[in-house]
């Protein structure tokens, strides 16, 4: 009798936990089909997306005024479709390398040749970049330029961010 009623209270607890994880599953569907999308206006095939966290960020930090974030998103946008076609032509380029450098014989003259264009357009990239942001210091306040050396570190994967802070105590 009593392993009936164990057999029973089992069920009925596999029954409960099935529950939960068709209720968990749905409420992570329902959050994935369902995120807030935000179209990005100027761009050339305005199909909606979410807003760039740095650009939040960078708006937030420096208390952009409504007028100065329009502006920015409009130079980000610029920028992005400037340096958009770059981005393509070096995933493709990096694409033919890794393929040659799969092949039975790779030859290394053809990735030489190949790394030397991806480089001529990192270069490329990185004027892009530069100008983009010379032009957004172009519409921040004195006061507010006084804060873009910090974004300027955090771009610079070279260079140590300014707000490390508990992150690079825990390292080691």
Do not use: W
Not at 101 to 121: C, F, M
């Amino acid at each position: 009798m009593t392993s009936e009623r164990t057999n029973k209270i089992l069920v009925a607890l596999v029954i409960v936990l099935a529950a939960m994880n068709i209720a968990t599953l749905g409420t992570i569907a329902y959050g994935y089909l369902n995120k807030q999308k935000v179209t990005i206006p100027n761009s050339q095939n305005e199909r909606p997306m979410q807003r760039d966290r740095a650009e939040r960020f960078m708006e937030r930090e420096l208390k952009l005024s409504p007028e100065q974030s329009e502006a920015f998103r409009a130079l980000r946008n610029e920028y992005r479709q400037e340096t958009a076609p770059l981005m393509q032509e070096i995933k493709l380029l990096n694409k033919q390398i890794f393929e040659e450098l799969s092949s039975e014989t790779p030859r290394e003259n053809y990735l030489l040749d190949k790394a030397d264009q991806v480089g001529l357009l990192y270069g490329e990239h990185r004027a892009l970049t530069i100008k983009h942001m010379l032009k957004v210091r172009q519409i921040c306040s004195p006061e507010q330029c006084k804060h873009l050396p910090m974004f300027f570190r955090n771009m610079n994967p070279d260079q140590e961010p300014m707000h490390q802070g508990r992150m690079r105590r825990n390292r080691r």
